[in-house]
């Protein structure tokens, strides 16, 4: 089948809101002619009714929807052990966000005092080197500056 004839359609009419009025250029005032729309031709509407008969009807398949739904409830329930809801805390309590800060601060206590216990072996282990590295004499050293 060939084409042989191509009938544009002129779009819908557009309500013009106060943005596009304000922003239409000052000109001849032409008088709002509203368009007639013609209604499609057979061909548009067999080709349309052929690709409809044609497009399979979406089918879901009992099996994988199970699938999903299992899927989602197994999500669901790791979401939860993962994000319990927390519990209220009593007034006598600290509130959460300071439970939080406090942990926080002991780790960074508890990091602290291990990056001193680290620098203090290595500055001890480098005083050693150089001390057997460097013949001690025992005339004093004098200052040059």
Do not use: W
């Not at 067999?46 to 999500?75: F, G, K, L, N, T």
């Not at 669901?76 to 006598?92: G, I, N, T, Y």
């Not at 057997?132 to 040059?144: E, H, K, N």
């Amino acid at each position: 089948m060939n084409v042989r004839a191509l009938h544009v359609l002129a779009p819908a009419p557009v309500k013009t809101g106060p943005t596009i009025t304000a922003a239409a250029p000052a000109g001849p005032a032409l008088p709002a002619v509203p368009v007639e729309r013609r209604p499609p031709p057979d061909g548009y509407r067999r080709a349309i009714e052929a690709h409809r008969q044609a497009a399979p009807p979406s089918r879901v398949d009992p099996c994988i929807a199970e699938a999903v739904e299992r899927q989602a409830a197994a999500m669901r329930e790791l979401s939860r052990r993962a994000f319990p809801d927390p519990d209220v805390a009593a007034d006598d309590e600290p509130a959460p966000i300071e439970q939080a800060r406090a942990q926080r601060r002991r780790q960074a206590d508890v990091s602290h005092a291990a990056a001193l216990r680290r620098a203090r072996a290595e500055r001890t282990t480098r005083e050693t080197r150089t001390a057997a590295a460097v013949p001690q004499s025992s005339a004093p050293l004098g200052r040059t500056a």
